[in-house]
């Protein structure tokens, strides 16, 4: 927890209004103390201070959607991909996330942590201040826990605020192929309880051929009597319902949403649940971007997200995932980098980050720009001349 004084800030987004120019911010104990115009900043004598020389500050990124924990490598079915197989093609023939379950069963927990944290790390330098991570590469109880546990320990060995989601709802795991009924209910009976001290949320794969939306509704009905709060992965592959079970359960957060309609928008918007948006997928699998600027003008909360995951986007950088967002998916920039800032922290139920203001926290990014416009004008540059977690300038 840092004690920082920020000055020379050349433009400041707050997130609460218009940007400011010529600013400085406070932190005193990792909490804000002061944003706004230079002149009438604070002197704050003991902290550490930065000149950013007229560089741009943002709120740090809250990434709300990543499979961050996994093993094995899956680059020849992207190789697949590019010459015209399909994402179902692949899994049909051994691929797509049964492969990464079975690299991830034989994998030891310290081999998990050692590839997670290297990736986190990554993230860290390129702006990320706080993540969400899903298990869903184990789908027996042991090896979820062990993601679990995995997830939680980059919270405490990084400095990166971690929240946790279970997705033992992935897929069917291999050997209930012929039994799916006895995986739910596993899943309900055993794997739910047992995993819910280690889990924020519960999220289940919603698609023709994985799970459906009646299956959905029972595990996640059963995660809640244990307080996990739902997210779902909806309209991922086509358009399935997801999207309205996440609103009639009161979801916090449908994911992915690249099918869904301007009813799915509404009601969406309506239940106030979070539309989680993971262009990195959409751009790898070459599929038609989420309707964004639907979902926004609908009144959703909208988030943006890596989905870093090895099968549909090993991406781990928010920067580009705003650049498709604006490029590919038609959002501003104002709002890409607001959904991927406080858009984020709101579908992880996080009220005190994503802005910069008096008592929020003090994490945040001085970007090596004259303004945050050059996120998505400028995708390949890694802009981040700075990340500040709590008040403190990480080494990167
Ligand atoms: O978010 N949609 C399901 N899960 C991942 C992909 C998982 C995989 O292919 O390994 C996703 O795209
Ligand atoms: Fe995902």
């Not at 209930?176 to 309880?193: A, N, S, W």
């Amino acid at each position: 927890m840092g004690d920082l004084l920020l000055t020379g800030i050349g433009h400041l987004t707050t997130n609460t209004g218009d940007p400011v120019s010529d600013a400085a911010v406070a932190i005193e104990s990792g909490t804000i103390t002061y944003a706004g115009p230079a002149r009438d900043a604070p002197s704050q004598g003991e902290a550490d201070r930065i000149d950013c020389e007229d560089r741009c500050v943002i709120p740090g990124f809250v990434d709300a959607h990543t499979h961050l924990v996994f093993a094995g490598d899956r680059s020849d079915e992207f190789a697949r991909k590019m010459s015209g197989a399909s994402y179902q093609e692949i899994a049909a023939s051994g691929g797509g996330i049964h492969s990464t379950v079975g690299a991830t069963r034989a994998a030891t927990e310290e081999e998990l942590f050692v590839d997670a944290a290297a990736r986190a790390r990554r993230m860290i330098a390129a702006g990320t201040t706080t993540l969400e991570i899903k298990s869903g590469y184990g789908l027996d109880l042991e090896a979820e826990i062990r993601l679990l546990r995995v997830a939680q320990r980059i919270g405490e060995e990084f400095p990166i605020t971690v929240k946790t989601t279970f997705l033992g709802a992935h897929s069917v795991p291999p050997e209930f192929k012929q039994h799916r009924e006895g995986y739910i209910q596993v899943l309900i009976d055993d794997m739910i309880p047992a995993v819910a001290p280690l889990a924020d949320y519960c999220d289940v794969f919603v698609e023709e051929g994985v799970f459906s939306v009646d299956e959905g509704r029972r595990i996640l009905v059963a995660a809640a009597d244990h307080n996990l709060g739902a997210r779902v992965h909806a309209e991922q592959l086509g358009h399935s319902g997801g999207a309205m079970l996440a609103a009639e359960l009161g979801a916090v957060s449908a994911d992915h949403l690249d099918h869904a309609t301007s009813d799915d928008a509404d009601a969406l918007a309506e239940a106030g649940v979070a539309a989680v948006l993971v262009p990195g997928a959409s751009y790898n699998l070459r599929s038609p971007q989420a309707p964004g600027p639907m979902l926004w003008d609908a009144g959703c909360t909208v988030a943006l997200a890596t989905d870093c995951n090895p099968g549909t986007s090993y991406f781990e950088s928010m920067a580009l995932v705003i650049s498709l967002a604006v490029v590919q998916m038609g959002l501003t920039a104002e709002q890409a980098i607001w959904s991927a800032t406080r858009g984020g922290a709101l579908s992880l139920g996080l009220d005190d980050r994503g802005l910069i203001e008096i008592g929020s926290v003090g994490d945040l990014v001085v970007l090596d720009a004259p303004t945050p416009n050059h996120i998505p004008y400028r995708p390949a540059t890694n802009l981040v001349w700075k990340t500040v977690k709590s008040g403190q300038v990480m080494a990167v």
